[in-house]
C-alpha cells in the first residue's frame, strides 16, 4: 500500500520533469515541439559523457541543460521560427528536427546501449518500507523545478515579458516588447529542461539513441490535458500518472502503458479547453 | 565514440582480410553473414559476437581458408527483432548472396527469419541460447536449450538455498515465455510453487510494478528471462535500487553484460556454457588470442559470443567434409562434425542440437564469474524429433 | 420560363473536353502497368524483393495523402489500419491454417475489423466543433494503442515477437510483384478520379474552409468519418497484402515510427499529389534497403535533413514545388478546371405561401459566465421582408446571427425557421430548413475555381457524381443572375483566391442563393464594397425579396444603405431590441440618434420631431 503510493507520487514526479519542457514551449509559443524526445535523449547522452570523464554525477543535470538549450535556441533560429502560423506543419517540423538530432546522436555515440552508474544508489526506509532512494529524491527536484519556473515568470522582467507575450502577442509587440527574444529564449529554455529531464531519468533506465520517443507521447498528452498551466500540469501527472501505475500494478504493465494516452484522449474529447488556442 | 573506433576497426580489419586474402587466394570468398542486433535489446552482446566472428575468419583464412577459398564477414543489424530481421536477412540471403548464416539473435528475429532463410536456402548456424524447440532442415544450434541451462539453477536455490516459493519475472516474447514456461513446469515437478509470473514488452524499461509485486509476494528465490542486453540491465538497476537481494538467478544474463552492470551484478546466479574461467588449452588460447587481435577494444566474451566462434570453426569442418559449400551437403555435413573449441568438444548432432557442459555459476564483485557446479555433456533432449537425422 | 442552356466557351465539344484528363491517366496508367509487366525481367530478384514491399507502403502512403493533402487531416494512424490488416491474415492463417475459405475468412476479418475500428476513430476525432489538431492528436494515440495490445495478446498475437511461420499465399515473387504493382496502379487510378469527381471537390472544399462547407448544409463530420473508413480500408488491404508477402506480421508494421514514416514519405514526396505520394514511397522505402547497410546512419540523417527543409521551405513536397515552377513557367494564369454550362433549375413545384413567417425568435439570451451579450431577444420576420439590424459595436447583432443559424449556440430562448424549431441542431441541419448565412469576410474556396465553388455549394440539392466531372453547372434563377451581372461568369475557370474583393463577395452570395434558401442572413455585405458595388447589391437584394419572396436579414452599418432597401429595421443596443419598426418609424428617432452618438435626445419623450 504504501509502496504504491510512493510509487504513484514518484512516477508523478518524474512525468512532471519530462512534461514541463514540453509545456513551457506549448504555453508561450503555441507549437508543440515534437524534437522534445530528441532532447531528452541529448540529456541523457550529456549525463554519460559527464560520467565518461570522471565528473561528479550531480554536474550532469547542468551540463544537460547547457546542452539542450543551446541546441534547442539554436534550432529556434534555424527552423521554428518560420513555422508559428502553421501549427501542424510545426509537429512534423520539430518531428523531422528529431529525427536529426538523434541520427547525429547515432553518429557520435554509436547505436548500442549504454549505462550510466546511479550518482546515490540504496533505499531509504521511508514509512515502514524500503524504497528507492533515487526515485524519491526526484519528487523535491521536481518541486524545485516546478518552484524555479514558477518564480522565473512571476519574479523576473523576462517573465513578465513572457507572460505578456502569451497572453497578447500582438499587444506585447505593439509595447515594445522583443517578442522574437522572448519565443528564443523560451523555447531554448524549454528544450534545456527536456534534457534536464533525460539526465535525470538515465539512472533509471537506459541510455540509447530513441530512448525519448517512449516519453513523448505521455508528455505530449499530459500538456494537452494541462492547457498551459504548470500547476494543472502537475495535477494532470498525479492524476494521470497515478492512474497508469494503479493500472500497471493491477491490470497488466503492458496496458498500463496506455493509460495516459488513452484518458488524456478521452478527456481532451470531453473538455477541449485545453486546446482553445490551437 | 567506442562504436565508431570499433566500426572503423571492423572495416580494417574486413579491408585487411579481404587484401590479403586477396594477395594470398586467387579464389572468390566464402561469405558468412551476421545478421545481429546492432542496435536495440542485443546492441550491447552484438560487438562482442561481431568480434567473436573477426577472430575465427581471421584465424582460418591465416592457415589458407576454407577449400582454398577466404571466408569473408557480411554483417548486417537486425535490430534486435522481427521488422529489422526480416530485411536484414533479405539483404543477406538476396543481394550479398552469403553462402551461409552464422548468428546469435534474439527470438523474435529468429523467427522472423526463417521463412527467409527456407526460401533462400541457405544453412543457418544460431549460436544464441534460446527457449528451444525451433526447427528447420536449414538450421542448427549450437548453445544451449532450457532442458539443459535450468535445472542447474532451480536445484540450486531448491536444496542450497531452501526455497520452496519461486517469482518468474521475463520479457513478453518466444524466449521469455518459452523459459519460464519451462522453468515453472520444472519448479512444479520439483515440488516447488511458482507465486508470481509477470512480464513487460521487449523493449519495456520500467519495472517498478513488477518489481512491487514481487516484494509484496516475498518468494524464496526469483528467476528471470529477459531479452539479453539491455532489459536485464534496466531489471537488474531496478531491483538493486528497490533493495532486492533475494537469490536471484537470471537465465538471460552473460558475463559480458554482468561486468557493464557493475556492482549491482553482485550475487547474480547465472547457468551457462561458457565463462571466462573454464579452465582448458583451448580456452587458454582463445582468450589471449581475443587479447591480441583486439586489445584494448576488447568486448567481455561470453556465453552469446563464444558459440558464434565455434560456429565458425563447425561450418569450416562441415564444407571440408562436404567437399564443396552447396547447402544441401553443407547441411548433411554440419550434424556430422565436431570442434574442439573453448568450449570443449562440441557436435550439433543431437536433434540439430548439441550437448553441451553446463556450468553453474554466481557473478562476483569483480564482475567475474565463479563456477560452483560444473555438469558435464547435458543433453538436449527432444528438441526436433520430426527432423531428418 | 425554363432557360436554355448557355454556353460559356466555346471550343471543342463537352465531351472530349470533360474525358481529356481522363484519357491521360488512363494512357499513363497502361503505360505504367506495361513497365510493371516486363520488370521482373529486368531487374534482380533482392530489388524485386524490395519493390514489391514498396508498393504496398506506398498504397498506404497513398491513403496518408488523401486524407492528409486533399481534406486538411493530418494523420499519424494508417500505419495502424495497415497493420490491423496484416494481423488479421497472420492470426486467421495461424489458428485456422491456409486456403481459400480461410483467406476469405482473413479479407473479411481486416475489413470488417479495420471499418469498426475506423469509424470509431472517426467518430471520436470528428465532431462539430473540433479542431484539426485533436483529430491529429487521436490519430497519433491510435497506433500506440493498437501496439500495446498486440503486445499484451500473448501467443495470440505473438506479442514482441510477432507471428510467423504461418503457412501464406504461395505465389511467386514475379506474381507478387506484378500484383503489388497494378495494385498501386489500380489505387492511384481510382484515387485521381474520385478526387477529381465532383464528389471529390467537396474534400477540396472542406480543406480550404471547413466552416463555409457546414454553412452550406454538408455534414462535414460525416464525410471526413466517411473518408477516413474507405482510407483505413484501403490500408488494411495494402498490409494484408505486405504480410502475406512476407509471411511475417510484427508489431512494428502497425507502429506510431512507421505512421509517421508514411507522411515523411507524402511530405518529400508531395503532399496533395497522388503520385508524388506514390514516388516519395518507393524511393524512400528502396534507398533505406540498398542504404541502410552501407551508410545507415547517413541516410536517415539525410530524409530528416530533407524533411524539415521540405516543411519549412516547400509545403508541396518535391512535386509540388516541381509543379509551381512548371506552372509559372506555362504562365496560364490561374485556370484550373474545364469550362462550364451555366444552365437554372426549375422552380420547386410548391409557391411558398404568401408571406408566412419564416422566422420566429422568442426570449432569445446569449452569455458567457456573468457576461449577458444578448438578452431576451424576441422577434418575427415574414418573407418578403428586408430586415436590417442595426446598432452600435458590441450590440450583439453578430452573436444574434450565429444564434439563429447555429442551434447550440445560444443559452436560451427558441428559434424557429421556417416553422421548425432550431433546437440545438448543428448549421448544416438548419441549412437544411432553409437558411442562408453569408459571412462578413468572404467565405469562399481558395483554392477552387468559381465553377467549383457554386458546385460544392449545390451539392446539397444534386448528389455530385463520385466518377465524373459535370461539364453542367445548375443553379436557381437568382444565384445566376448574382453570376451574370457581377461578371463571375467570365471567371468561372479561375481559382477563387485572385478574384478581387467585390467578387469574392459576389461569389459567396451566389453560393449562398445557390441553396435556394427562404432566409438569407447577411454579416455586412457592403463592407469594402464601390459605390458601383453597393448600388449593384442593392439592386440584387431588393430583387430578391421582390421576385423570390426571400426574408432578409442584414447586419449593417451604412445607414443611408439601411434606409435605401429595408422594409423593416431593428436597433438592438446591449444585447437587447431597442426598437424594431418600418424605415420611417426607426431612422429618424431620436432614440437611434441617443444609441449611436451616446448623448441623450432633446426631446426625452421620443416623439419624431
Known sequence: MITLALDIIT??????????????????????????????????????????????????????????????????????RRLYRR????????????????????????????????????????FGVDYSLYRLLLVPTALVIAGLFAGLLNGTRLGLSTRAVIMNENLAQGLGIDSTRVRLITFGIGCGLAAVAGALITPLASVDPNMGLAWLIGAFMLVMVSGGSLLTLGLSCFVLGGLQVLASTFISPILGGLTIAVLAAVALRLRPQGFARA | MTFTRSLSALLAAAAASTLLAGAAFAADPIKIGVPVGLSGANSVVAPSVVQSAELAVAEINAKGGVLGRPLALEVADDA???????????????????????????????????????????????????????????????????????????DYFSKEKAAKTFFLIGSDYAFGRGMLAFTKAYIEKTGGKVVGEEYLPMDGTDWTPIISKLKSAAPGALITSTAGGAPNVTLTKQLRAAGVSLPYGNLAVDEGTAKGMGTDAEGIFLSASYVTGIDSAANKTFLSAMQKKFGADLKTPNDLSVPEYEAVYAYRAAVEKAGKTEASAVLKALADVAVDGPRGKIAMSQQHHAALTMYLGQVQADGGVKVIQSFPNVSAGQQCPNLKP | MPDLATVHDVAATPLSRSSRPVLRVAIAALVAAAMIGGGPWVLDTYTVNILVRAFFVAIAALTVDVLWGCSGTLTFGQSAFFGIGGYALAIVFTQFGFGPGEAMLAVGAAVGATIVVAGLVGWLSFYPGSTPLYASVISLVLPIVLVQFLYSGGTFTGSSSGL???ESFDLTLEAWFRLSGLAVIATLVATSIALRSDAGRVLGAMRDNDERCSYLGIDTARVRIGLLVAAAVIAALAGFGYVGFGAVAAPENAGFVFGTQLVVMVALGGRGSLIGAVIGAVVIEVASAYLSTSLPFIWELIVGVAFVAVIVVLPGGLLGGLRDLGRAVRRRGATVSAPV?????????????????????????????????????????????????????????????????????????????????????????????????????????ETLSVADCLRVARVRRERPSFLKTSPVLTLPAAARAVVESSGLVERLGDEAQFL??????????????ALEPKVLLLDEPTAGLTRAERQGFAEILTGLVARERLCVLIIEHDLDFVRLISSRIIVLHQGRIALDGSVADVVDAPLVREIYTGRPASDACGVTP
Not at chain 1, 570522471?54 to 521554428?80: D, N, Q, S, Y
Not at chain 2, 536477412?89 to 522472423?112: G, H, P
Open chain 1, 11 to 80: 512516477t508523478a514526479a518524474i512525468l512532471f520533469i519530462v512534461a514541463a519542457g514540453l509545456l513551457i514551449v506549448f504555453g508561450v509559443m503555441k507549437i508543440v515541439n515534437f524534437a522534445h524526445a530528441s532532447f531528452i535523449t541529448v540529456g541523457a547522452y550529456a549525463a554519460l559523457v559527464t560520467s565518461r570523464f570522471g565528473l561528479p554525477p550531480v554536474l550532469a543535470p547542468f551540463v544537460a541543460f547547457l546542452a539542450g538549450g543551446l541546441i534547442g535556441a539554436a534550432t529556434e533560429r534555424i527552423v521554428v
Open chain 1, 87 to 126: 501549427p501542424l506543419d510545426a509537429i512534423l517540423a520539430t518531428w523531422g528536427l528529431g529525427i536529426v538530432i538523434g541520427q547525429l546522436v547515432t553518429l557520435a555515440f554509436g547505436r548500442e546501449v549504454q549505462f550510466v552508474p546511479a550518482p546515490i544508489s540504496g533505499t531509504l526506509a521511508a
Open chain 2, 80 to 154: 534486435s527483432g522481427a521488422a529489422g530481421a526480416q530485411k536484414a536477412f533479405d539483404s543477406l540471403v538476396f543481394q550479398k548472396k552469403v553462402d551461409v548464416l552464422i548468428s546469435m539473435e534474439t527470438s523474435a528475429a529468429r523467427n522472423a527469419a526463417l521463412p527467409i532463410v527456407t526460401r533462400g536456402k541457405v544453412p543457418y548456424i544460431y549460436t544464441s541460447f534460446y527457449e528451444g524447440k525451433s526447427c528447420s532442415p536449414f538450421m542448427y544450434v549450437n548453445a544451449w536449450v532450457p532442458e539443459q541451462q535450468v535445472p542447474p539453477i532451480v
Open chain 3, 164 to 166: 510467423v511461420g504461418f
Open chain 3, 341 to 445: 454550362m451555366l444552365r437554372t433549375s426549375e422552380k420547386p413545384n410548391a409557391a411558398p405561401e404568401r408571406d408566412a413567417i419564416v422566422v420566429e425568435v422568442s426570449g432569445l439570451s446569449k452569455h458567457f459566465g456573468s457576461l449577458s451579450v444578448l438578452s431576451k431577444i424576441s422577434f418575427t420576420a415574414r418573407q418578403g421582408e428586408l430586415v436590417s439590424l442595426v446598432g452600435p459595436n458590441g450590440a450583439g447583432k453578430t452573436t444574434l446571427i450565429r444564434c439563429l443559424a447555429d442551434g447550440r449556440e445560444r443559452s436560451e430562448g427558441s428559434v424557429r425557421i421556417a416553422g421548425h424549431s432550431i433546437e440545438r441542431l448543428p448549421a448544416d441541419r438548419i441549412v437544411g430548413l432553409g437558411l442562408g448565412r453569408k459571412f462578413q469576410a468572404a467565405s469562399v474556396f
Open chain 3, 500 to 513: 478581387s474583393h467585390g467578387l469574392k463577395q459576389a461569389l459567396e452570395l451566389a453560393m449562398v442563393l
